[in-house]
């Protein structure tokens, strides 16, 4: 699965439920159908390297982990400030940032201790180098400002760079081609049969006939 990048300006979405074979689009972007990639919470997804601005401070994206933006803080806003529940304590962006850093590692931790403890070898106890490297490339290399974040929608706006990947027509075998054309020129006769029936003879021609054939009543 290939994905691109555009921005949210080029995409034009559709007013209807719209499908390319069996695949539901979004909308077009450069006039080619695309689904665009989502966060867990439906926001479209920023592209790697948009900038997001953060109750914390300004963000970079960095990428993405289990469908939620990895968001490297770049600058701190000076005005923030988080209360405790009990009031107890106040944090402010780079304390706050530090805390959510500490969190986003201790998973990673969790994740790599329970994959090596299920997949760990019987004989030498570690991971084999094979299954070492697919842990190790599950994992993107983040910073010390590094967050796993959420976005709102309000937060994407028209100069976003988005993620999006291009939906092909899909390609047909010479008996499903063939069954198609089928289809299409029965559609085409009883399209034609319909607009026959509803139509009515032109009254030229009606006379032409009448006067060859007889009227209504059955007169020759």
Not at 131 to 160: C, E, K, W
Request: proline share 5%; net charge negative.
């Amino acid at each position: 699965m290939t994905y691109k990048t555009s921005t949210l300006n080029n995409f034009v979405g559709t007013s209807e439920p719209t499908f390319v074979g069996n695949t539901q689009i979004d909308g077009y972007i450069n006039s080619r159908p695309v689904v665009l990639r989502r966060l867990e919470n439906g926001t479209v997804m920023p592209a790697k390297g948009a900038t997001l601005q953060t109750s914390m401070g300004l963000g970079r994206v960095l990428g993405s982990y289990d469908n939620r933006l990895l968001v490297d803080i770049v600058e701190f806003n000076d005005d923030y400030e988080f209360i405790t529940a009990d009031e107890s304590d106040i944090y402010d962006a780079s304390e706050m940032v530090a805390r959510l850093n500490g969190c986003l590692r201790r998973n990673f931790d969790s994740t790599r201790s329970d994959y090596t403890r299920i997949h760990k070898s019987d004989v030498t106890g570690v991971l084999s180098p094979n299954r070492q490297a697919t842990l190790d490339a599950h994992f993107p290399t983040i910073t010390d400002t590094t967050l796993s974040m959420s976005f709102s929608p309000n937060a994407i706006t028209g100069s976003t760079p988005i993620v999006y990947k291009e939906v092909g027509t899909p390609k047909l075998s010479p008996s499903e081609l063939a069954k198609q054309k089928r289809l299409e020129i029965a559609e085409a006769k009883q399209l034609a049969d319909a607009l026959l029936a509803e139509e009515p003879v032109p009254t030229d021609v009606q006379d032409e006939l009448d006067e060859m054939f007889g009227n209504d009543d059955g007169e020759f």
